[in-house]
């Protein structure tokens, strides 16, 4: 599948589970202004924030790891995207506040829009800690919205457990990953395993594995299915995280939504921050540590940064990770004997994950 075909799918999904997302949010800010005005805005921020944007990735796998298995369209399918999109704005909002960062898919944050709100609406006591209450607040809402999607699905047979396991476990284990990145800011040695289990919790089980085990126990898969899908999503959401890191330091603020060099604002141990330490002289080590975590560092000093990523061979050694990752991912793949409209999807989705700009 080319890359053109690969997004005219993706957008397709994308636009139905929007339409169930508009839907269900609509009815619950009905319900939110009954309640009481903070209520109604409260809702209204979260689904505005839901619906601003996102490629519905996520979405895109449970739908065609569905399809790799069936050819019936399910309500269960459309709930089970619209619930693993609720748990993203959960994890957005509340990541954004762990970062500290104003923006995200082009628009403000949920706690930057609080503070704002405060300044303007309130005058009294810290706008950074109301806004910050008020995401945590509104995350916390997602969350709640998006297991009440979760009561709704009508699951019968032996793979209702299984499915309601496999989504209660990818959301424990990307906290667990988010916990643990939280920590490697503030630990002093942090190791490449360390940084690769931080990628298996937060990218490679949350954002592809658990997407396609979802949509396949729909669809029927059996347990050696389910094997071979994590052979392939495994590698692959690897290789996402590379390319992640990569963006974040090297890609383009308007096209990502969010701010470019924040990793090394926020003190991360990135692989690419990891091999830059490895391979760079001591006084190139002295910088990139000073550099990293400070708050108000200068926009040269990122470019400086970005530069000795480069001179040092750090960008072509994760470059080369991750393009051994996504081979790994397309063998496991060419092994696997399910539908063609599924597969073709999954191919697609190898070299989107490489190409991707944002």
């Not at 309500?75 to 993203?88: D, G, K, P, R, Y």
Request: aromatic share 6%.
């Amino acid at each position: 599948m080319g890359s053109d075909e690969f997004l005219r799918n993706l957008n397709a999904v994308k636009g139905e589970v929007e339409g169930h997302l508009e839907a269900f949010l609509r009815d619950k800010t009905a319900e939110a202004t009954r309640i009481s005005p903070g209520a109604e805005e409260l809702i209204r921020i979260l689904s505005e924030f839901t619906l601003r944007g996102g490629k519905r990735f996520r979405a895109g796998l449970v739908y065609y790891g569905h399809r790799c298995f069936s050819d019936r369209d399910t309500q269960a399918v459309w709930n089970a995207a619209s619930f693993l999109e609720l748990v993203e704005s959960l994890l957005l909002i509340h990541d954004e506040v762990l970062d500290e960062d104003d923006t995200r898919r082009g628009g403000w944050t949920v706690h930057r829009h609080y503070s704002d709100l405060h300044r303007a609406r309130y005058k009294r006591r810290d706008p950074k800690h109301f806004g910050e209450s008020m995401a945590i607040l509104c995350g916390d809402l997602a969350l709640a919205l998006a297991n009440e999607i979760l009561g709704r699905m009508i699951l019968d047979g032996p793979a209702r457990g299984a499915i309601l396991d496999r989504m209660h476990r990818m959301v424990s284990h990307v906290i667990y990953g988010e916990s643990m990145d939280v920590l490697s800011e503030v630990e002093a040695e942090v190791s490449e395993q360390d940084i690769l289990g931080i990628g298996m919790l937060k990218t490679a089980s949350y954002t592809v594995e658990g997407p396609l085990h979802l949509g396949a126990l729909l669809g029927g898969a059996g347990s050696e299915d389910l094997e071979r899908l994590s052979r392939y999503a495994i590698p692959l959401g690897n290789a996402f995280q590379v390319r992640d890191d990569i963006l974040g330091l090297f890609g383009d603020a308007a096209r990502l939504g969010k701010p470019v060099g924040s990793d090394i604002r926020e003190g991360k141990k990135t692989l690419l921050i990891l091999k830059v330490l490895e391979k760079a002289d001591p006084d190139q080590r002295a910088f990139v540590e000073r550099t990293l975590g400070n708050k108000d560092v200068a926009e040269e000093d990122i470019e400086a940064v970005r530069r000795l990523v480069v001179e040092t061979g750090a960008l072509d050694a994760c470059e080369e990770m991750a393009r051994k990752l996504v081979e790994d991912s397309r063998r496991a793949l060419a092994a696997c004997p399910w539908r063609e409209e599924g597969v073709a999807f999954l191919e697609g989705a190898i070299e989107f994950m490489m190409d991707r700009e944002s």
